[in-house]
């Protein structure tokens, strides 16, 4: 038997030459599992990072009817949001865990695009796992791969252009789509600093953490264990991962 262990993975820094980013995701609480830390940074140094959720999670909590749900999970992304510095949080309220990935999905993500005019376009990890044999889910999927689209969508005016009017303009200025703890993650941005930051903002979503049921699950344990293994590949405590689409030719 070889003594050799495995190489852990090698992260490039990502950039921090940009001004302004909008993160699309599925659900409330999905950008608070690592990439919160990340968002607390940047807005630190003074970038704009808009928040977009597709749906309002009404599906989210057994427990909970969604029309009283939705609402809930919307409080608690506002709240969770301001904790990282984020100010503004877009609700598509798209129904949620029957998203589809087509057309009219890339329409709903292109519009907000073209309203926030981002330097960087955010979602989670969209591929078909999370690592190994821990599948995705389906709306997460969905919304990733429509973003790709919908980022050059929203830079062609041939592409829904009913959607411009009252001076909505296209927006072809989005540099790459950073896919957040993507198992191909290739990037990573140090989150030492805003490490607390990142826990305190998953704990604004109470009521969905108190719905799961998990005897005893510790959100800051919870966060260490995924953001320690980003800080290994990048030689610092705490860092996020992140999976890199540039976009444009070469």
Same mark, same amino acid.
């Given at each position: 038997?070889?003594?050799? *262990? ?6 490039e &820094? ?6 302004? %980013?909008?993160?699309? $995701? ?8 690592? /990439? /919160? %830390? /990340? ?30 749900? +939705?609402?809930?999970?919307e ?5 969770? /949001?301001?904790?990282? !510095?984020?100010?503004e ?16 999905? *890339?329409?709903?993500? &292109?519009?907000?695009? *073209? ?10 990890? =969209? ?6 044999? @821990? #599948? @995705? ?5 969905a $919304? ?11 830079? @062609? *005016?041939?592409? =829904? ?19 957040? !703890?993507?198992?191909? &993650?290739t990037? %990573?941005?140090?989150?030492t600093?805003?490490?607390?930051a ?13 719905? #799961? !049921?998990?005897? +005893? ?9 995924i ?6 590949? #990048?030689?610092?405590?705490?860092? &996020? ?10």
């Amino acid at each position: 038997m070889s003594d050799e *262990r495995p190489t852990p993975p090698s992260y490039e &820094a990502l950039p921090e030459d940009w001004e302004s %980013a909008l993160f699309v $995701v599925a659900h409330p609480d999905d950008i608070e599992y690592g /990439a /919160a %830390a /990340a968002v607390a940074r940047w807005t630190g140094q003074g970038k704009r990072v808009v928040y977009c959720m597709v749906t309002s999670g009404e599906a989210g909590i057994d427990g909970i009817h969604p029309d009283e749900c +939705g609402p809930l999970r919307e409080a608690e992304e506002i709240a969770s /949001a301001a904790v990282v !510095g984020v100010d503004e949080v877009v609700f598509l309220r798209l129904p949620d865990g029957i998203l589809e990935y087509g057309v009219e999905l *890339r329409r709903s993500i &292109a519009r907000v695009v *073209r309203e926030q005019r981002p330097d960087v376009a955010m979602t989670i990890n =969209f591929r078909e796992t999370f690592g190994g044999t @821990n #599948l @995705n889910q389906a709306d997460h999927i969905a $919304v990733g791969k429509a973003l790709l689209d919908a980022v050059r969508d929203a830079g @062609n *005016r041939w592409v =829904f252009p009913e959607q411009l009017v009252d001076g909505l303009e296209p927006w072809g200025g989005v540099r790459a789509v950073w896919a957040g !703890g993507s198992p191909q &993650a290739t990037h %990573a941005v140090d989150v030492t600093d805003t490490f607390g930051a990142g826990v305190a903002s998953l704990e604004e979503h109470r009521a969905y953490i108190d719905g #799961l !049921g998990w005897e +005893g699950w510790d959100p800051e344990e919870f966060l260490d264990g995924i953001l320690r293994g980003g800080g290994q590949g #990048l030689g610092v405590t705490h860092a &996020a991962t992140f999976e890199v689409f540039p976009l444009g030719w070469g």
